[in-house]
């Protein structure tokens, strides 16, 4: 079974990860063939999904990762932490 490749990030957004933000990750998640998730403590959610995005609902200081299996996987988390960070909406853990 392959590896996951994984980062962990905090969130920075002074409003956390809400619709927008949460819109954007879905946006450059989307192309990528792997599976990629969204995790948190207590669950785990397909990040290519809008409204599992939104429902985990992530305030600011919180901690998740990106877990991404497949072929692309680790230029699929690499695309996500870019586009966290150039957006302010989290740093890396």
């Given at each position: 079974?392959?590896?996951?490749?994984?980062?962990?990030?905090?969130?920075?957004?002074e409003?956390?990860?809400h619709?927008?933000p949460a819109?954007?990750l879905?946006?450059?998640?989307?192309?990528?063939a792997?599976?990629i998730?969204l995790?948190t403590?207590?669950?785990?959610?397909?990040l290519?999904?809008?409204?599992?995005?939104?429902g985990?609902?992530?305030?600011?200081g919180?901690?998740f990762s990106v877990?991404a299996?497949?072929?692309?996987?680790?230029a699929?988390v690499?695309a996500?932490a870019?586009?966290l960070?150039?957006?302010g909406?989290a740093r890396?853990?």
């Amino acid at each position: 079974m392959e590896q996951p490749t994984e980062q962990n990030f905090i969130v920075t957004a002074e409003h956390g990860l809400h619709a927008r933000p949460a819109a954007q990750l879905v946006q450059v998640a989307a192309p990528f063939a792997s599976a990629i998730e969204l995790v948190t403590a207590d669950k785990a959610v397909n990040l290519k999904s809008m409204m599992s995005v939104m429902g985990v609902g992530l305030a600011s200081g919180a901690s998740f990762s990106v877990r991404a299996t497949g072929d692309d996987a680790q230029a699929a988390v690499d695309a996500i932490a870019a586009r966290l960070e150039e957006q302010g909406l989290a740093r890396r853990a």
